[in-house]
């Protein structure tokens, strides 16, 4: 059984409920009359009725929950708690009324404040911005993260003595572009439960860099060691159980043989299966050299660091790529 395998016939088991505020998209229907048939999730897909089922009339949407936030029956309910939570930023009656009118995206995860939905997938049509903005205005950060952040789960094609799980995680590659050592603790500790929750894995973190405790250092231009260094102090002392280690480079952290030589005394060194790059050049460019030259699968990116699920699809994305994302986010809740 493949790893997307996995991911799915966990997100049968859990039965969560996710939200898709884009029902304009024929593809965001399309996939959530197959999330359903799978039965990997419970949808609730928002906008018009009407509207959906005549502008895709070939599609079975049987078991779909459709809410139009224009006529919802909690459309007050959620006006008042959006000015409740951004009343000091200026939200009036008549401003949240607007923007719950326009922005589904914040209606949704409104949904997912309140209960009502388990998790929130978007972005098929609309800017990253515009699904992570209300995801930082509404749903806020997990407790004990400030960062919200970005993760992509490796899968390898086949046998690979220096990644025995057949799995690994990556992070950040695609949100935080120079993230300080405070945020790579949080992004280090966010890419562990991602880990243990989406790629079913036991978490061994490597905090990485082009040094292996203090072989190299950058202290005159850039000060990168240090920053990793100070971030995994950081990350050591908010998670004390995690097993994690740093700074390391990535020989040492996957290749038994070096990280017996370069750190003889680390559980993390040889052994590590949770990659965490100083910034967004290293992450996007190592992700990507994983998935061109060592044909590894790139699942995600998978945002992590919100105290409940939302996810950003590209919109370029497949209707399989929305389906794969849904169950992501269901493991997620």
């Known amino acids: 059984m493949n790893v997307l395998e996995k991911i799915k016939d966990g997100a049968k ?6 939200v898709l505020p884009e029902g304009e998209d024929a593809r965001v229907v399309k996939a959530a009359s197959e999330i359903i048939k799978e039965g990997l999730a419970k949808i609730v897909l928002l906008g018009n009725e009407a509207e ?27 006006i008042d708690l959006l000015v409740e939570l951004r009343k000091s930023k200026g939200m009036t009656e008549e401003l949240a009324k ?49 960062t919200v952040s970005s993760s992509f789960v490796m899968v390898a094609p086949g046998e690979n003595r220096h990644n025995p799980d057949g799995v690994a995680v990556f992070a950040d590659c695609a949100i935080n572009i120079e993230p300080d050592a405070e945020q790579l603790a949080d992004i280090a500790i966010s890419s562990a439960e991602t880990a243990k929750k989406v790629a079913g894995i036991e978490p061994r973190v490597a905090m990485l860099s082009f040094s292996t405790k203090g072989s190299g250092n950058d202290d005159k231009f850039f000060k990168s060691v240090p920053k990793m260094q100070e971030a995994t102090r950081i990350a050591k002392e908010l998670a004390p159980d995690l097993i994690l280690d740093g700074e390391f480079q990535f020989d040492a952290a996957v290749a038994p043989e070096v990280g017996k030589l370069k750190a003889p005394d680390s559980k993390v060194a040889g052994n590590a299966n949770v990659f965490i790059f100083p910034n967004i050049n290293a992450g996007n460019i190592g992700y990507k050299i994983a998935q061109r030259f060592g044909n590894y699968l790139a699942l995600g990116p998978i945002c992590q660091g919100f105290a409940k699920p939302i996810n ?14 849904v169950a992501i986010t269901a493991l997620q809740a």
């Open 52 to 78: 959906i089922k005549a502008n895709n009339p070939d599609v079975d949407l049987t078991g779909v929950q459709i809410i139009d936030p224009l006529t919802d029956a909690k459309k007050q309910q959620f």
């Open 13 to 18: 088991l859990k039965n969560k409920t996710v």
């Open 312 to 325: 950003d699809l590209s919109r370029g994305c497949s209707v399989e790529d929305i389906i794969a994302v």
């Open 98 to 146: 607007e923007t719950l009118e326009k922005d589904y995206t914040m209606y949704a995860a409104l949904m997912l404040k309140v209960g009502d939905v388990d998790g929130l997938v978007s972005g098929a049509c609309h800017s990253t911005a515009n699904t992570l903005r209300p995801g930082l205005q509404v749903i806020k950060t997990a407790p004990g993260i400030k």
